[in-house]
C-alpha cells in the first residue's frame, strides 16, 4: 500500500473512532440533487483522499483514493492513453461517490455500471476497520453490497477498476428518427453488433430523436469545441457526423450540465463570456444551485406568479422491451425535454449487486432533470411518484441521488431490504451512519 495513503487511512480510522455516532462526511462537492432534513451528524473529513495511486494501461486498471474527482482520474489516464472503464459525465463526480452510487455513461453498453467495472474496493466502516473488498474474499458481501449504499456502511477509501485502451479523437455520428419505436430497434442493433465505442440518445420531442454513436480514431479532420461558445446538445440536431478530442468527449456534457445550464441563463452567449471558459462548467452550476435552494429565490419568484413548482431530477432504468412504454408514458405525463437515453448493456454477474438490482439483459437508462410548473396545486413530489410507479411497473429501478418518496416497505422491496439488513448489522451495529431509508427518502 501507499505509505501516504496507508498514514491517511490511520489518521481517518482514528478521527472516526473518536468521533462517536453518528457521523457524516465532511467534503467540498456533491453530486445529490435532494435537500437534508435530518439532525446535524459529527463531521469525518475525507477532503484528503483525492490522489490517483496508479495507472497500469498495459494490465488495465486504475487505483485512486475515494474523493478523486474524475476530472483528475480522466487526466492521469489519458497520460497514459486509457481512461476509466465508464466516466460519469461530470468533472466534479468522484470516483467513490460513483461506486457508492450509481454512475453511468456512453460506454455503458459494452463494461455496465461505475461499480461493476470495479476489482477492489477499500472500505472505511463503522468501528474504525479499513477492509479491503473483493469479489471472493471475506468481504464479499460488502463489496456486493456497497454499490448504491450512498454511504451508509461505510466510505469507500480506495477503488481499484478498470481501465481501457482509447486512441486520441472520437467521431460521433448522428442518426436522426421520428420514432421512439425505431430509435429502441437501431439502438438495440448497435448495443448487439457492438462495434461502437460509445452509444446514447437524445430526445427533443416525440417525434425528433437522435442516435449518437461514437468510435475512436487515429486521426481527426477537424475538432469541434463545446467548452464555450458552442453547445454540444445543439449540435446532435445541427450535424449528422463530428470530431472531438478524446478528452472533449468525455466532457461534451460537462459545460452546460447536459442543457441545464439553460435555467442559469449559461446559454445566453453574452452571459455565457462573462461566466467565461473557465467557470463554464458543472462545479459553478452546482454551486449556484446550493445557493438558490439555500435563498429560496427561484420558489418565492414561482409564487409571485402563481405556479406551483415540482422539482424532477431522475435517471430510471427501465428494462429495454419495455422502454417504449416508459417513453409513451413520460412524452404523456412529464413531457420534459430534451430527454437523455443510454444503454445499459449486459454484465456478468451484475444481479449479485443486491442494492441495485438489475436482471434484465438490457436497459435503457432515461435521464431527465428540470422543473416542471402547474398553476393546479399537488400533493408533494406528485410527478415524481407518478414516474416512481410506472418504474416498478416496468420492472425498472431507478437511481437514488435525487428525490424519492417510496413508502418504506416498497422502497426496501426493490432496494434489497434483507440484504441490506444484514450488511448494516455486521458492518454498524451502532448506527454510526444514516440508514439508507433515511437518508434517501427522508433526506436525514
Known amino acids: 500500500m501507499n505509505a501516504a495513503h496507508a498514514a491517511k487511512c490511520e489518521a481517518l480510522a482514528r478521527s472516526l473512532r473518536a468521533a462517536g455516532v453518528p457521523v457524516r462526511l465532511q467534503k467540498d462537492t456533491s453530486n445529490l440533487f435532494r435537500d437534508r432534513a435530518g439532525a446535524a451528524r459529527r463531521r469525518l473529513d475525507v477532503r484528503a483522499f483525492s490522489e490517483v495511486l496508479g495507472v497500469d494501461a498495459q494490465a488495465g486498471w486504475l487505483e485512486a483514493e475515494g474523493m478523486v474527482s474524475y476530472e483528475r482520474l480522466v487526466e492521469a489516464c489519458l497520460a497514459r492513453s486509457v481512461m476509466p472503464a465508464v466516466v460519469p459525465q461530470l468533472k466534479t463526480i468522484t470516483l467513490g461517490g460513483a461506486v457508492a452510487g450509481v454512475g453511468i455513461e456512453a460506454s455503458s453498453h459494452r463494461y455496465g455500471l461505475v461499480h461493476e467495472t470495479v476489482s477492489e474496493l477499500e472500505v472505511l466502516v463503522a468501528d474504525g476497520s479499513i477492509l479491503s473488498c473483493t469479489p471472493d474474499n471475506a468481504h464479499a458481501d460488502l463489496f456486493f453490497g ?120 449559461a446559454q445566453q452567449p453574452w452571459l455565457r463570456r462573462l461566466y467565461g471558459r473557465r467557470r463554464l462548467g458543472s462545479k459553478t452550476y452546482a454551486r449556484l444551485m446550493r445557493w438558490n435552494s ?12 402563481g405556479l406551483h413548482a415540482e422539482s424532477v431530477i431522475q435517471d430510471v432504468d427501465i428494462p ?111 448506527g454510526a451512519f444514516p440508514d439508507l431509508y433515511a437518508k434517501c427518502v427522508l433526506r436525514q
Do not use: M
Open 146 to 265: 456497497f454499490p448504491n449504499s450512498y454511504g451508509t456502511l461505510g466510505y469507500a477509501l480506495r477503488v481499484k477498476a478498470q481501465a481501457v485502451p482509447v486512441l486520441p479523437y472520437v467521431r460521433l455520428e448522428h442518426v436522426a428518427f421520428t420514432d421512439a419505436g425505431a430509435l429502441f430497434d437501431a439502438l438495440e442493433r448497435s448495443c448487439r453488433a457492438g462495434d461502437a465505442d460509445f452509444i446514447d440518445a437524445t430526445a427533443f420531442s416525440p417525434e425528433r430523436l437522435y442516435l449518437s454513436l461514437g468510435r475512436f480514431v487515429p486521426r481527426a479532420p477537424f475538432t469541434s469545441d463545446y467548452g464555450y461558445e458552442h453547445i454540444y446538445y445543439r449540435s446532435i440536431a445541427e450535424k449528422r457526423e463530428d470530431w472531438l478530442t478524446t478528452r472533449d468527449f468525455l466532457w461534451r456534457w460537462d459545460t452546460d450540465w447536459f442543457w441545464c445550464s439553460k435555467s442559469l441563463g
Open 294 to 305: 439555500r435563498l429560496g429565490l427561484t420558489r418565492a419568484f414561482d409564487r409571485l406568479r
Open 320 to 430: 429495454l422491451p419495455r422502454a417504449a412504454e416508459f417513453f409513451s408514458f413520460y412524452a404523456r405525463a412529464i413531457g420534459i425535454w430534451p430527454l437523455w437515453i443510454c444503454p445499459l448493456g449486459p454484465r456478468p454477474g451484475a444481479g449479485r449487486f443486491c442494492l441495485y438490482p438489475t436482471s434484465a439483459p438490457w436497459y435503457l437508462n432515461f435521464g431527465f432533470w428540470d422543473v416542471l410548473r402547474t398553476h393546479e396545486r399537488h400533493e408533494a413530489g406528485h410527478f415524481n411518484r407518478r414516474v416512481e410507479r410506472k418504474v416498478l411497473e416496468l420492472g425498472g429501478i431507478k437511481s437514488l441521488y435525487s428525490d424519492s418518496y417510496f413508502p418504506q416497505e416498497e422502497f426496501w422491496r426493490c432496494y434489497g431490504g434483507d440484504a441490506y439488513r444484514r450488511l448494516k448489522r455486521k458492518y454498524d451495529p451502532q
